[in-house]
């Protein structure tokens, strides 16, 4: 797996607090994460279209992370 945005989404669906820091700062947590300034804005706008794409693209199609404070 090479996309770091999908290496992101995982790492946060196993890490609570990594989770509860993104629901914070989404932004700030991509930008900390090493992310892209493409992949942050996707984070930032909550993409989910954009998101959905790469986790397929990455066979990651049945990631589901809930992001509810």
Not at 11 to 21: H, I, N, R, V
């Amino acid at each position: 797996m090479n996309d770091l945005l999908v290496k992101f989404l995982i790492a946060m669906d196993k890490d609570e607090k990594l989770k509860q820091q993104y629901v914070s700062d989404p932004k700030g947590t991509a930008e900390a994460f090493g992310l892209s300034d493409e992949d942050v804005q996707i984070c930032a706008k909550n993409d989910i279209d954009a998101i959905k794409s790469r986790c397929e693209a990455e066979g990651a199609d049945n990631l589901e992370i809930s992001h509810s404070k």
